[in-house]
């Protein structure tokens, strides 16, 4: 058997004590030490190509594909090491294995390309093919490596694995490089890979060459695999691909925005993750470094500006509530609107009200109580509330605006439902008091201003 | 090639293995969720981890529990990212399980001491020492691997029994089965536990990446061969046998044309699954590359022949007599295709007794007449209907016509016929042959 | 703006307006204050109304209108901002039995590996319930409900095979097999040929006269006379709703639509002319 360990081994440990003092932590922090500085200069940069480059990956729907890449590198890997071994070199050249990473790298692209293409099944299936059975065949290839005579392949698997702890100043060149590269192409190649991204079909009747558009994509993402690999392994550099730019989505709808955010965050990950793991022994950099990025994504997920869960859930319980108390002002103004008696009371009866909408009782004593807050309503007892000034002015103004709405949807049916903003206080705020008077006017020509409009529904005799 | 009983128990062991994953992922590939089988293989390590550390044993049990809950939480975790953050959800699988993960790894290294777990094994499997690891069963001693497997495969084929309709329709139509008060979330984290219980079993034995391989590559190779569930798990099932037999022969064989001794047979494996389905795409009856690509030139022939068959019939019509060449340049000229395409073309209506040599030309025969007949009849009906009912100017109803003659079958052909009624001629003036 | 004593003077002079408060009890769909929003934007807004009981209902209105969400709104497939759906007098989890559903064509996966018959068999499959599996007499049900829609000569064919108009009648198929109350179908007459969708006016005539209650989506104007006797004017709010003779007015159908009226209609007649 085969024993490949996975765990990288341990970071550059610049403190060997488990009790941490401070001056350790602002030296590690601002690169005072040699080592680490190496280290943390390699995460950053990766961090910063793989966030950038992977914004373009998530929009395109292809996060995965960088799982299916990385895999797929290491029969290349093997086979590049059988090549300069039969070719009478050590099999230990970087350039070499790092080309043979490349090359089924991007070979387990095309196939996965290709399967969707080509047969019924989807690319999820297509990634899954790809990415186990090119693995598996790497290992497969690894065993033979390990078998043969000349092998002695110590130090291949540090590129699945990772060794992040011991990056030396030749590495983090090549990393530098790459990742730098990755970086440029990407600024450079912004408006061509944002047109592929959002709509691919415009990009090539606009004449641009999408299939090479593509193809450069994948293969800066390609490089920064392939230099990531044996920087933070297999499973990490996935991590680096993919959330660092789901975590910027949550924050922004602008893409420039996205992607600078994105690739801070990754560079933040390989910072403060590289730096952990320099602090604190036994604990792998790579893993680190992602659970870091993850935290920030979580965070992102939760209290993201645009996107978030938590914005999102307010908004929606806003509406909720704006539609309930708008439904209650509109029952009551319906309500004083039909009765007859020229000075009585302005009264609603909350058994009426139950009756008429689709609220629960609860909900109702709910929206009873805000209106009585507000002073919109006051108790008379037995269920019955009289309407305030205050009340029955709120109660008119949301009817006129809902009127008012209505009335706008039906003659500017063309460009009306996305102008609508229910929310509005005044509808004159949204489209301005030249076209409220105009709506008003529709209404009903003699209807003097300011007043509440008939609603203009159709009703059918059964019911509606 | 030298077989021992060893080499039948690791044969025994991965197909036991292969079949039990094989299984699942059918519903996986019909769910477009393969890569899900993907994120829980990786995502159970810290599921193991904390077993292990809770537990102190590497107690079958213990562990099953430990991955079940992971896979659960995996598959619920990407449902979270993928409804509340509305994150796509192949990036909301590499979020969830990526970050697991590493969470797995930091704590296997934290607590190495604690923990006696290879995670080098995980990946990789060692079936090879499987057989050693043996357990008595009655009088027998059977590798403890087959038990544990046989036991999976035998809950996976129960579960998947008893809830077959219900797994079916909820793969199918999410949204038909949730009208119909079957929950189709739950059919799915019952899935998703079920691979992770698998994914774990599977570990020791053949490693992670061959459990994504068994659990993906059969059912995507049977889903190209046939039409039908039932038939497709049993597809998937012998391919996974085979898959599984076939990879150990070939990790002993393999190794010795390039001088070494052995390799992984879990790579082999998935190695050899890959290639059967590399066949299969390439072979597969229906489905496959192949006889699409046979199909589509069979109809290209046929479409050209019944353009060279509307050629001779024009020329007689207008009693052209023209050499041979010059029918092959002037069938060249009005597709824009080769002179040797034209050539076969021509050659093909004389083998099928459509058209025969006369002096220095070809002439109709009357088999090839009537149904070149036919054809023109087709053309120039559309060519007028066109004209008339579609207000296609006369000078681009040609080309158009040109492509519906192909397709029109007799039914068409009469229903364009009464639109038609009154026509005797197209709109270039030309008859519109009889029925 | 408005002052109180104005707004109680307007207020005492307008007649009663009906605002959609009093609902049929025993209503095969009754829909009160249904809000659907995604995100802040409103898709739907208000709908407050009883589908009576036997009639065959259009629903029209421009794209973007609302149609299709307001049936998923009520099946519970997509959130509600606010209101509340009953079917027959119930919630509509307690009364699933009752309602069967036509989704839009593109919902599934047509490559997926079953035939038409099994299709329409998924139809039963809440009937039997959980752990019993299914039965020649399912099948045979199945079987009778391709042969009402004519396709009974198509049971074995997967379902990528079939065209257009012929996987819309074997969704139809799979609906009438549900035996249900209440139809609510998502534009079963896109896309289809001619014979298919006589066929399926035919089912959906059937349906009507044994008593059941239909609700569709329907895009073509042209039609909406002659397939319905109700219709459903939706332009984020109800337009209109009522017998078709009364509703399908010009009038309301300019209010429905706007501008776009005539465009649309030209267009429209101009690829159903393409289309034959």
Request: aromatic share 6%; glycine share 8%; proline share 5%.
């Given at each position: 058997m085969t024993t490949l360990s996975p765990i990288p081994t341990d970071g550059p440990h610049v403190v060997h004590d488990t009790a941490l003092n401070l001056g350790d932590v602002v030296d590690v922090l601002l690169l005072r030490d040699y080592n680490t500085m190496l280290v943390v200069l390699a995460t950053v940069v990766l961090g910063l190509a793989a966030g950038a480059i992977g914004t373009f990956l998530l929009l395109r729907r292809r996060?995965?594909?960088?799982?299916?890449?990385?895999?797929?590198?290491?029969?290349?890997?093997?086979?590049?090491?059988?090549?300069?071994?039969?070719?009478?070199?050590?099999?230990?050249?970087?350039?070499?294995?790092?080309?043979?990473?490349?090359?089924?790298?991007?070979?387990?692209?095309?196939?996965?390309?290709a399967i969707t293409r080509l047969t019924r099944l989807k690319d999820d299936a297509a990634l899954g093919v790809v990415l186990s059975?090119?693995?598996?065949?790497?290992?497969?290839?690894?065993?033979?490596?390990?078998?043969?005579?000349?092998?002695?392949?110590?130090?291949?698997?540090?590129?699945?694995?990772g060794k992040t702890a011991s990056i030396v100043r030749k590495d983090l060149w090549l990393i530098l490089i790459v990742a730098g590269v990755v970086a440029l192409m990407t600024v450079l190649l912004f408006k061509e890979l944002a047109l592929l991204c959002f709509d691919e079909a415009f990009a090539s009747v606009q004449g641009w060459p999408v299939l090479t558009l593509d193809v450069m994509l994948l293969t800066l993402v390609t490089a920064v695999t392939v230099v990531g690999l044996q920087a933070v392994g297999l499973i990490l550099i996935i991590a680096l691909l993919i959330i660092p730019p789901a975590a910027a989505r949550f924050w922004t709808e602008r893409l420039g925005v996205m992607l600078a955010l994105a690739a801070l965050i990754g560079g933040l990950g390989g910072w403060i993750g590289?730096?952990?793991?320099?602090?604190?022994?036994?604990?792998?950099?790579g893993a680190i470094i992602v659970i870091v990025v993850a935290t920030i994504f979580v965070a992102s997920?939760?209290?993201?500006?645009?996107?978030?869960?938590?914005?999102?859930?307010?908004v929606q319980a806003r509406l909720g509530r704006t539609v309930r108390r708008q439904h209650l002002l509109r029952a009551i103004f319906e309500h004083v609107e039909a009765a007859d008696a020229e000075d009585a009371e302005p009264i609603v009866v909350e058994a009426t009200l139950v009756q008429e909408r689709s609220w629960s009782r609860a909900a109702l004593r709910r929206l009873l109580r805000w209106a009585r807050r507000r002073h919109l309503l006051a108790a008379v007892g037995d269920g019955r509330w009289r309407v305030t000034d205050l009340g029955l002015t709120e109660a008119a103004r949301v009817a006129r605006n809902h009127r008012l709405w209505e009335i706008y949807l039906i003659h500017h049916a063309d460009v009306a439902p996305s102008h609508v903003d229910r929310d509005a206080d005044q509808i004159e705020h949204v489209l301005g008091p030249r076209l409220v008077r105009e709506l008003e006017r529709l209404l009903e020509p003699a209807h003097p201003a300011g007043t509440v409009p008939p609603s203009p529904h159709v009703i059918g005799p059964e019911g509606g | 090639m030298q077989w021992y009983t060893l080499d039948t128990w690791i044969v025994v062991i991965g197909v036991l293995c292969a079949t039990a994953c094989a299984l699942l992922g059918n519903f996986l590939v019909l769910r477009r969720?393969?890569?899900?089988?993907?994120?829980?293989?990786?995502?159970?390590?810290?599921?193991?981890?904390?077993?292990?550390?809770?537990?102190?044993?590497?107690?079958?049990?213990?562990?099953?529990?430990?991955?079940?809950?992971?896979?659960?939480?995996?598959?619920?975790?990407?449902?979270?990212?993928?409804?509340?953050?509305?994150?796509?959800r192949g990036a909301a699988m590499g979020v969830v399980f990526t970050t697991l993960f590493a969470i797995g790894l930091v704590l296997i290294v934290r607590a190495a001491h604690a923990v006696d777990l290879d995670p080098g094994c995980v990946l990789y499997g060692s079936i090879e020492l499987a057989p050693w690891d043996t357990v008595a069963v009655g009088p027998w001693l059977v590798p403890r691997a087959v038990v544990v497997l046989g036991s999976v495969l035998a809950l996976n084929t129960l579960v998947v029994g008893v809830f077959y309709k219900e797994l079916n329709i909820s793969s199918f139509d999410p949204a038909l089965a949730t009208t119909l008060g079957i929950n189709a979330r739950a059919m799915q984290y019952l899935l998703m536990t079920l691979v992770a219980i698998t994914t774990v079993a599977a570990f020791e034995a053949i490693g992670s990446i061959l459990v994504i391989a068994m659990l993906i590559v059969p059912a995507a190779a049977a889903h190209l061969l046939t039409d039908r569930l039932g038939s497709m798990i049993a597809v998937s099932l012998v391919f996974a046998a085979v898959s599984a037999a076939l990879g150990h022969v070939a990790a002993i064989v393999v190794p010795g044309w390039v001088g070494a001794t052995d390799t992984m047979t879990s790579g082999m494996m998935a190695t050899v699954a890959g290639g059967l389905f590399a066949i299969t795409v390439l072979a597969a009856p229906r489905h496959g590359v192949v006889s699409r690509v046979v199909v589509r030139r069979r109809l290209r022939g046929r479409i050209l022949r019944e353009d060279a068959l509307g050629l001779l019939y024009r020329l007689e019509e207008q009693d052209q007599p023209v050499t041979r060449s010059e029918l092959v340049d002037r069938l060249r000229t009005a597709l824009v295709i080769g002179g040797g395409v034209a050539t076969r073309a021509f050659r093909g209506l004389v083998r099928r007794g459509l058209a025969e040599p006369a002096a220095e030309s070809l002439r109709l025969t009357d088999a090839g007449r009537v149904r070149a007949r036919q054809l023109v009849r087709t053309h120039r009906l559309w060519e007028s209907y066109l004209y008339e009912h579609l207000a296609v100017p006369a000078d681009h109803v040609h080309d158009t016509a040109m492509d519906l003659e192909h397709v029109t079958d007799p039914a068409m052909r009469e229903a364009l016929a009464d639109h038609a009624a009154d026509a005797a001629e197209d709109p270039h003036g030309t008859m519109i042959p009889p029925a | 703006m408005t002052t109180a004593p104005a707004s109680r003077r307007a207020a005492r002079e307008r007649p009663h307006v009906a605002t959609g408060a009093e609902h049929h009890p025993d209503a095969p769909l009754s829909i009160h204050d249904m809000?659907?929003?995604?995100?802040?934007?409103?898709?739907?807004?208000?709908?407050?109304?009883?589908?009576?009981?036997?009639?065959?209902?259009?629903?029209?209105?421009?794209?973007?209108?609302?149609?299709?969400?307001?049936?998923?709104?009520?099946?519970?497939?997509v959130p509600r901002a606010s209101g509340r759906v009953l079917v027959y007098g119930r919630p509509y989890p307690e009364q699933r039995r009752r309602v069967a559903y036509v989704p839009q064509r593109e919902t599934v996966d047509w490559e997926y590996p079953i035939n038409a018959l099994g299709l329409v068999t998924m139809g039963r499959y809440g009937q039997i319930g959980w752990f019993?599996?299914?039965?020649?007499?399912?099948?045979?049900?199945?079987?009778?409900?391709?042969?009402?829609?004519?396709?009974?000569?198509y049971a074995d064919r997967q379902i990528s095979q079939l065209s257009g108009g012929q996987q819309q009648r074997v969704f139809l198929a799979r609906a009438l097999v549900q035996d249900a109350d209440l139809y609510l179908m998502d534009e079963p007459f896109a896309g289809v040929d001619a014979a298919t969708e006589r066929a399926i006016v035919q089912v959906l005539r059937d349906l009507q006269a044994a008593g059941r209650t239909v609700l569709v989506v329907h895009h073509d104007l042209q039609t909406v006379p002659t397939y319905f006797d109700w219709v459903l004017l939706l332009n984020m709010r109800v337009v209109a709703f009522g017998p078709t003779a009364e509703v399908f007015t010009e009038d309301n159908l300019r209010k429905t639509y706007g501008g776009k009226l005539t465009l649309l209609d030209a267009a429209a007649q101009a690829m159903a002319r393409a289309q034959r």
């Amino acid at each position: 058997m085969t024993t490949l360990s996975p765990i990288p081994t341990d970071g550059p440990h610049v403190v060997h004590d488990t009790a941490l003092n401070l001056g350790d932590v602002v030296d590690v922090l601002l690169l005072r030490d040699y080592n680490t500085m190496l280290v943390v200069l390699a995460t950053v940069v990766l961090g910063l190509a793989a966030g950038a480059i992977g914004t373009f990956l998530l929009l395109r729907r292809r996060a995965l594909m960088g799982d299916a890449l990385s895999h797929a590198m290491l029969p290349g890997i093997a086979i590049a090491f059988m090549v300069m071994v039969a070719f009478g070199g050590s099999g230990k050249s970087m350039p070499g294995l790092l080309i043979g990473a490349a090359v089924t790298g991007l070979l387990g692209v095309a196939a996965v390309l290709a399967i969707t293409r080509l047969t019924r099944l989807k690319d999820d299936a297509a990634l899954g093919v790809v990415l186990s059975v090119f693995f598996g065949f790497g290992v497969a290839l690894l065993g033979i490596v390990q078998d043969m005579p000349e092998g002695s392949p110590a130090g291949l698997a540090s590129f699945i694995q990772g060794k992040t702890a011991s990056i030396v100043r030749k590495d983090l060149w090549l990393i530098l490089i790459v990742a730098g590269v990755v970086a440029l192409m990407t600024v450079l190649l912004f408006k061509e890979l944002a047109l592929l991204c959002f709509d691919e079909a415009f990009a090539s009747v606009q004449g641009w060459p999408v299939l090479t558009l593509d193809v450069m994509l994948l293969t800066l993402v390609t490089a920064v695999t392939v230099v990531g690999l044996q920087a933070v392994g297999l499973i990490l550099i996935i991590a680096l691909l993919i959330i660092p730019p789901a975590a910027a989505r949550f924050w922004t709808e602008r893409l420039g925005v996205m992607l600078a955010l994105a690739a801070l965050i990754g560079g933040l990950g390989g910072w403060i993750g590289a730096s952990i793991s320099a602090l604190v022994p036994r604990l792998p950099a790579g893993a680190i470094i992602v659970i870091v990025v993850a935290t920030i994504f979580v965070a992102s997920m939760l209290f993201g500006a645009r996107r978030g869960v938590v914005a999102r859930l307010i908004v929606q319980a806003r509406l909720g509530r704006t539609v309930r108390r708008q439904h209650l002002l509109r029952a009551i103004f319906e309500h004083v609107e039909a009765a007859d008696a020229e000075d009585a009371e302005p009264i609603v009866v909350e058994a009426t009200l139950v009756q008429e909408r689709s609220w629960s009782r609860a909900a109702l004593r709910r929206l009873l109580r805000w209106a009585r807050r507000r002073h919109l309503l006051a108790a008379v007892g037995d269920g019955r509330w009289r309407v305030t000034d205050l009340g029955l002015t709120e109660a008119a103004r949301v009817a006129r605006n809902h009127r008012l709405w209505e009335i706008y949807l039906i003659h500017h049916a063309d460009v009306a439902p996305s102008h609508v903003d229910r929310d509005a206080d005044q509808i004159e705020h949204v489209l301005g008091p030249r076209l409220v008077r105009e709506l008003e006017r529709l209404l009903e020509p003699a209807h003097p201003a300011g007043t509440v409009p008939p609603s203009p529904h159709v009703i059918g005799p059964e019911g509606g | 090639m030298q077989w021992y009983t060893l080499d039948t128990w690791i044969v025994v062991i991965g197909v036991l293995c292969a079949t039990a994953c094989a299984l699942l992922g059918n519903f996986l590939v019909l769910r477009r969720m393969s890569m899900m089988g993907d994120a829980i293989s990786h995502a159970v390590l810290p599921g193991l981890a904390v077993a292990f550390l809770i537990s102190g044993s590497r107690s079958s049990l213990v562990m099953f529990i430990g991955a079940g809950v992971v896979g659960l939480l995996t598959a619920v975790f990407v449902q979270w990212v993928h409804t509340f953050g509305r994150v796509d959800r192949g990036a909301a699988m590499g979020v969830v399980f990526t970050t697991l993960f590493a969470i797995g790894l930091v704590l296997i290294v934290r607590a190495a001491h604690a923990v006696d777990l290879d995670p080098g094994c995980v990946l990789y499997g060692s079936i090879e020492l499987a057989p050693w690891d043996t357990v008595a069963v009655g009088p027998w001693l059977v590798p403890r691997a087959v038990v544990v497997l046989g036991s999976v495969l035998a809950l996976n084929t129960l579960v998947v029994g008893v809830f077959y309709k219900e797994l079916n329709i909820s793969s199918f139509d999410p949204a038909l089965a949730t009208t119909l008060g079957i929950n189709a979330r739950a059919m799915q984290y019952l899935l998703m536990t079920l691979v992770a219980i698998t994914t774990v079993a599977a570990f020791e034995a053949i490693g992670s990446i061959l459990v994504i391989a068994m659990l993906i590559v059969p059912a995507a190779a049977a889903h190209l061969l046939t039409d039908r569930l039932g038939s497709m798990i049993a597809v998937s099932l012998v391919f996974a046998a085979v898959s599984a037999a076939l990879g150990h022969v070939a990790a002993i064989v393999v190794p010795g044309w390039v001088g070494a001794t052995d390799t992984m047979t879990s790579g082999m494996m998935a190695t050899v699954a890959g290639g059967l389905f590399a066949i299969t795409v390439l072979a597969a009856p229906r489905h496959g590359v192949v006889s699409r690509v046979v199909v589509r030139r069979r109809l290209r022939g046929r479409i050209l022949r019944e353009d060279a068959l509307g050629l001779l019939y024009r020329l007689e019509e207008q009693d052209q007599p023209v050499t041979r060449s010059e029918l092959v340049d002037r069938l060249r000229t009005a597709l824009v295709i080769g002179g040797g395409v034209a050539t076969r073309a021509f050659r093909g209506l004389v083998r099928r007794g459509l058209a025969e040599p006369a002096a220095e030309s070809l002439r109709l025969t009357d088999a090839g007449r009537v149904r070149a007949r036919q054809l023109v009849r087709t053309h120039r009906l559309w060519e007028s209907y066109l004209y008339e009912h579609l207000a296609v100017p006369a000078d681009h109803v040609h080309d158009t016509a040109m492509d519906l003659e192909h397709v029109t079958d007799p039914a068409m052909r009469e229903a364009l016929a009464d639109h038609a009624a009154d026509a005797a001629e197209d709109p270039h003036g030309t008859m519109i042959p009889p029925a | 703006m408005t002052t109180a004593p104005a707004s109680r003077r307007a207020a005492r002079e307008r007649p009663h307006v009906a605002t959609g408060a009093e609902h049929h009890p025993d209503a095969p769909l009754s829909i009160h204050d249904m809000t659907v929003a995604y995100h802040r934007k409103p898709v739907i807004w208000d709908i407050d109304l009883d589908i009576p009981a036997g009639k065959l209902v259009g629903i029209v209105g421009p794209n973007g209108a609302g149609k299709s969400t307001l049936i998923k709104a009520c099946l519970d497939l997509v959130p509600r901002a606010s209101g509340r759906v009953l079917v027959y007098g119930r919630p509509y989890p307690e009364q699933r039995r009752r309602v069967a559903y036509v989704p839009q064509r593109e919902t599934v996966d047509w490559e997926y590996p079953i035939n038409a018959l099994g299709l329409v068999t998924m139809g039963r499959y809440g009937q039997i319930g959980w752990f019993r599996p299914v039965t020649r007499r399912h099948r045979a049900a199945a079987r009778a409900a391709l042969e009402r829609v004519g396709m009974q000569d198509y049971a074995d064919r997967q379902i990528s095979q079939l065209s257009g108009g012929q996987q819309q009648r074997v969704f139809l198929a799979r609906a009438l097999v549900q035996d249900a109350d209440l139809y609510l179908m998502d534009e079963p007459f896109a896309g289809v040929d001619a014979a298919t969708e006589r066929a399926i006016v035919q089912v959906l005539r059937d349906l009507q006269a044994a008593g059941r209650t239909v609700l569709v989506v329907h895009h073509d104007l042209q039609t909406v006379p002659t397939y319905f006797d109700w219709v459903l004017l939706l332009n984020m709010r109800v337009v209109a709703f009522g017998p078709t003779a009364e509703v399908f007015t010009e009038d309301n159908l300019r209010k429905t639509y706007g501008g776009k009226l005539t465009l649309l209609d030209a267009a429209a007649q101009a690829m159903a002319r393409a289309q034959r």
